[in-house]
């Protein structure tokens, strides 16, 4: 099979490497002083006075006080599909401020939505919530790590990891910006903040990780349902009766890669380069 001992060793790993990459989705830095590839959200659906601006490498959401809700965000025109992508998937934000004051019921969510069309409390999400009701999301004077927050008061279907074991979040903190990393894989989830303190006001990096088979799920229910999620950020303001300013959420980036499944390609690649050595060290 002279074919085989055709292939070096560089070539091979540059093709394991191709077929095995992680694949960029998303990556906007909010530098071109234009609103593209996002669009509004919020809870009526209906997005009147609704201001998305872009400049200075931020992309800024606000909530105006007199609107009729005052949720609003910010959510990506361009989709990835974690079940094609089985090898799981990374996002990322640096939020560069949010408020004021605290959000409300809702909270500040960040993460991924299987709908961009609709609030994100209305089909499958996946996702940080901060500051929202603790009943619903485990997030309370801190965050949760929550899928499935579309069932009204009731709590979210899954509640993954939350601030409690390492304390509640610092409001001013929280205002002034953060960077947060939550990654979903075959085998489980893991988030990493930074950027915040806790509630002594002591500079804090706040992460976790778990599997889905300890939360009695997996990565296939949980992803398998909606083949384009959409990732999405947006922040609940107090409503015009408590005479505050406008509320807003700004990102300085965002990002969403994803990892394929390790594929029969690889496999046979790696075959090959087995079959070369051995053909290359044969007397």
Known sequence: MPALVSLSAATMIALAATVGATSVVIDDDFNDGVVTGWMGQGNTRTFSAHNISESGSVITSEVIPTQS??????????SFNPSAEAGGFTMSFLVASQGPPAPGANGTFIG????N???FRNLDNFGLTFFGTDSRTGSGGGFGLIYGDNNGTNP???VFGNSDAQGDVELASFQDGFSATIDANLSGWSYLITGLSNAAGTPATFSDSGTWTAAGTSFAALFAGDTSWFATGGSQGPGAAAGLPTHSIAFDRITVTTIPE?????LVVACL???ALRRHRKP
């Open 273 to 275: 380069g087995g079959l």
């Open 112 to 115: 991924a939505v299987g709908a």
């Open 117 to 119: 069309t609709d609030f």
């Open 262 to 266: 390790p594929t029969p390609a690889i």
């Open 156 to 158: 979210s279907d899954f």
């Open 69 to 78: 809700d005052t949720y609003r965000g910010i959510v990506s025109t361009t």
